[in-house]
């Protein structure tokens, strides 16, 4: 079980608006940037999480192995 | 002078039987390995020839006695275990509780790769054809190196190289190499101890496992150093040096700079070339101090006082690669030696800015990365076993299931070779090493083959009373330019013998 089993997904970040009012261009373009990675990396846990085995903690427990070599 | 050598590598893989996790893994993986052969390997089976094995030879130049030797280390015992030499040139069989491929000897980094993947495949057909007897459970295998409860299995490299190099020199050079090369070849971990009892990250599956500097066990007190000596060709003139303290790595490029790295060490370490002492204080505990700082900020003790990072360590070893190669080649370096030059000094430069700036390229970082994405996403502690779960199933062999697999179906993880060439490497052996006579044998005259090892092969022939053993001691010999026009004219092993014995 998690440490603070509690914890939760990291507070939403600010409306790309209120960055634009408050950033200059540079940075729009990082805040941009990030955005699409982002983007991306959510499609990437989504595929993930499709393939992932199910119950994590009994699969990882049942995994036993002998000393080899 | 270069990274060409003969070499290859060895992979425990690890094991599990779907829902039975009390299952047996020596049945197991005898299942496995009886499966694939069964199924691939045409009428008798070739067994293993242990005739020219010693485990227990110690490069210091001793022998080690039975009676003193753990059981574990007995390996030249034919215990009734499955061992096939497949039409590659590989060998295939159950080590301990594990299944195990050991490539066929190969002279360059890029083959080491391509007939460490296709060994993938094998493994991954020999699976299924486990699990598709009528009744049993699906066999799941995993290239990874512990279970994260205690337990750690290995994934070798074998390196021959010059007798007459002094061992000490070996010592000298090469480790302070490997308690830095993880940082290009670790291939990642969830938990922190042997038995995982820590949470967090570290680079590398088999840093905790390592005890002391050199010695001759594998199973027990593991040395950073190795120093089983069976050199499967002339002892006078070769010995093999057995690496054991790398990580099964499912990159290419991993797996390539692995190999391709070391055998340019050890080159120079041959030709007497590094002057510089680059000795690093502690170097047990030091492997798993870098292996548990994956922001690689790790100072590294110097004997000579000063303190660097793994990754300026590997630097110092680039730096002295690069002034080796253009000494003794200059323009005339091969373009896989001035490749793994190349790609070397890229992944260090960036690891040394930014070790995310790696993630297309090493297991370890592309793991990490993942980790790092669903932490993220999801709020996860460390310990939380979807990470674990994470780690492990990264290693899974299959392509639908693996993780690594499916980062490199989305683009995320660079490949250095196509399909088409590794499934072709699963049963045709490289070119230019022993390994070719050998494949081509099992391949053309497998009725006729009675065993065969890495130095013979050993043909029952009719006619003939008593076996014939053709030894196979030079693994530069026995190539495709060599034998292979008369493999080709040679439709019996009877013609063949008679050819050979001429």
């Known amino acids: 079980m998690a440490r603070d089993g509690g914890q939760q997904h990291k507070q939403p970040k600010k409306s790309s608006e209120t960055e634009e ?42 995994f036993i192995q002998k000393g080899g070599e | 002078m270069s990274v060409r050598r003969v070499m290859g590598t060895e992979t425990e893989f690890g094991i599990s039987v779907q829902g039975q996790s009390t299952a047996n893994p020596m049945v197991a993986s005898s299942q496995v390995v009886n499966a694939y052969a069964s199924s691939t390997l045409r009428a008798r089976r070739a067994r293993w020839d242990f005739e020219e094995e010693s485990p227990l030879r110690d490069a210091r130049g001793f022998d080690m006695s039975r009676e003193v030797a753990d059981a ?71 290239k990874n190196n512990t279970d994260n409860k205690g337990a750690s299995y290995g994934a070798h490299e074998n390196y021959l190289m010059r007798r007459s190099t002094p061992f000490g020199e070996i010592v000298r050079h090469l480790t302070p190499f490997f308690v830095s090369r993880q940082v290009v070849t670790g291939a990642g971990r969830v938990g922190i101890g042997q038995d995982g009892r820590d949470h967090g990250f570290q680079v590398s599956q088999r840093a905790d496992y390592f005890e ?47 190999v391709g790295t070391t055998a340019l060490v050890l080159a120079m370490i041959e030709d007497r070339f590094i002057s510089r002492d680059l000795t690093v204080d502690q170097p047990v505990r030091s492997l798993r101090a870098v292996s548990h700082d994956p922001s690689l900020k790790h100072l590294l003790t110097m004997t000579d006082g000063r303190t660097l990072t793994a990754v300026q360590l590997q630097m110092e070893y680039l730096d002295l690669a690069r002034k080796y190669v253009e000494d003794r080649l200059g323009s005339d370096a091969d373009d896989q030696t001035r490749d793994v030059l190349a790609r070397w000094e890229s992944v260090l430069s960036r690891l040394e800015t930014d070790p995310m700036l790696c993630a297309q390229e090493l297991d370890w970082v592309a793991k ?35 993780l690594y697999h499916r ?48 130095d013979s092969v050993i043909f029952d022939l009719p006619g003939h009373e008593s076996l014939q053993r053709v030894p196979t001691i030079d693994p530069l010999r026995g190539t495709k330019a060599h034998v292979g026009e008369l493999l080709d004219r040679c439709d019996t092993a009877e013609r063949l013998f008679a050819a050979l014995t001429r």
């Open chain 1, 21 to 62: 009012a408050t950033e200059v261009a540079p940075q729009e373009d990082v805040a941009e940037r990030k955005e699409q990675l982002d983007e991306d990396i959510d499609a990437i846990l989504d595929e993930i999480d499709d393939v992932l085995e199910t119950n994590a903690e009994d699969f990882v427990k049942s």
């Open chain 2, 72 to 142: 574990s280390q007995l390996t030249d015992e034919d215990l009734g275990l499955a061992n096939v030499i497949l039409t590659n040139g590989a060998r295939l069989y159950v080590d301990h509780a594990h299944p195990e491929y050991s490539t066929p000897e190969c002279t360059n980094p890029r083959d080491v790769v391509k007939w460490d993947k296709a060994g993938e495949l094998v493994m991954l057909d020999a699976a299924r054809l486990a699990g598709a007897v009528p009744g049993a459970p699906p066999i799941l295998l995993y």
């Open chain 2, 212 to 258: 002391v500097e050199v010695g001759l066990e594998t199973t027990l007190k593991r040395p950073i150093i190795n120093t089983r000596d069976e050199p499967h060709a002339d002892p006078d003139k070769y010995r093999r040096l057995h690496v054991i303290i790398g990580d099964a790595n499912l990159s290419e490029i991993s797996t390539y700079l692995k």
């Open chain 2, 368 to 402: 990490l990365k993942l980790l790092e994405s669903y932490r993220e996403r999801d709020g996860l502690d460390w310990e939380h076993p979807k990470l674990q779960l994470i780690d492990l199933q990264y290693s899974d062999i299959r392509p639908d299931r693996g």
């Open chain 2, 407 to 454: 980062l490199v179906r989305m683009g995320r993880i660079d490949r250095l070779l196509h399909d088409d060439e590794v499934v072709h490497a699963m049963h045709r052996p490289p070119v230019d090493t022993r390994a070719y006579f050998r494949g081509r044998c099992l391949e053309q005259y497998a009725d006729q083959i009675a065993a065969a090892s890495w």
